[in-house]
């Protein structure tokens, strides 16, 4: 066979290549970082070669005890001129935790929670057209549509309406009143009427975790009935879910039932105490992993996988999971 009878297979071969690698949505996430520590893990998150990145809180640390917000200000600023430019050729998505919000553990009583939300939409550049401007509270919805998939991002504000803590810091008890909530009234109505949108996966992300009970830090188990709640909204959804959260400077991964819950923390702030406490949840898959971390979702349209990873500061993967999208 001549030479160039091999050229149209040549190059229908490298459209097949290409049509398989276009068929493969990678979504990076991770949370805590501060601006004043070295952020070396974007030289690994930079090779996964993404397509989206969520930043889950604690994307700044500028709280400060006295409410005054002149720390989260200079934060903003210097995490600014530290962030990657390669994010910006990256869709990138973003909810807050207590460090960005202002205060730590900081929830509704926070006297200065509007002009810290004002702070988080010029930082993030959020168009002033977005609803977020418009209304309480930073929580937003997303529609990303792959192929034949709609990929459906919910972000959740568990700052802005939340009830105070019970109890002392550290020692936080679980608070079983009927008006104590998290969400707040109105991203509830929200919650429930966007998790219904037509859709093949949910990726839900919430600051705090929401299966985790065993640990004495925050988490949506402090407030029972809220996690009951929204654990059966979730049950009640036709679409596959992935929950994905922040917060505890440690990863890991926890199912309950057929809903996963990879916790991504910290990008650049690992507790040193945290490698020498054992951690267990009878929800917890696997072990904690203390040290730098980031998380990747593969969606994978030409299969219906979504693979869910932790990998650590060189890009190793850690632990790592899967779900077939429902059909």
């Known amino acids: 066979m001549k030479l160039y009878t091999y050229i149209p297979l040549f190059f229908l071969f490298i459209f097949h290549i290409n049509q398989i690698k276009a068929e493969i949505y990678k979504i990076g996430f991770g949370s805590c970082i501060d601006q004043d520590f ?16 969520i930043f889950l809180g604690d994307n700044v640390y500028g709280d400060d005890d006295s409410g005054n917000l002149n720390k989260l200000k200079g934060a903003y600023i210097k995490q600014k001129k530290l962030l990657p430019e390669w994010l910006n050729k990256t869709n990138v998505y973003s909810i807050w935790d207590d460090h960005d ?19 988080y939409l010029d930082f993030w550049n959020i168009p002033i057209e977005d609803e977020r401007h418009n209304r309480k509270g930073i929580y937003f919805n997303k529609i990303i549509e792959i192929q034949n998939y709609r990929i459906h991002l919910i972000g959740l504000d568990t ?21 104590s909530t998290i969400l707040g009234d109105d991203q509830w109505k929200w919650l429930e009427n966007t998790i219904k949108k037509d859709a093949d996966l949910i990726i839900l992300m919430s600051s705090i975790q929401i299966l985790a009970t065993e640990h004495r830090f925050e ?3 402090l407030f029972p009935k809220e996690r009951k709640k929204l654990i059966s909204l979730i049950e009640s959804t036709k679409a596959s879910l992935l929950i994905i959260s922040g917060d505890r400077h440690k990863g890991a991964l926890y199912k309950l039932n057929d809903i996963y819950e990879l916790t991504s923390s910290s990008l650049n702030k690992p507790v040193a105490i945290s490698k020498l406490i054992r951690e267990d949840d009878k929800l917890m898959i696997g072990k904690t992993y ?3 971390n980031y998380g990747v979702i593969e969606i994978d349209t030409s299969n219906g996988i979504v693979s869910f990873s932790l990998k650590d500061i060189v890009g190793k993967t850690v632990n790592t999971a899967k779900i077939k999208i429902k059909n």
Not at 159 to 179: C, I
């Open 38 to 53: 070295p952020q070396s893990i974007w030289l690994p998150i930079e090779k996964e070669k993404l397509n989206s990145f």
């Open 101 to 119: 919000f202002g205060v730590n553990d900081g929830g509704s009583s926070f006297k200065l929670k509007d002009e810290s939300k004002k702070l």
């Open 159 to 179: 700052r802005y309406f939340r009830s105070d803590l019970s109890g002392t810091k550290l020692f936080y008890k679980q608070d079983n009143s009927v008006t």
């Open 219 to 221: 988490k949506w188990d």
């Open 290 to 292: 203390n040290n730098e």
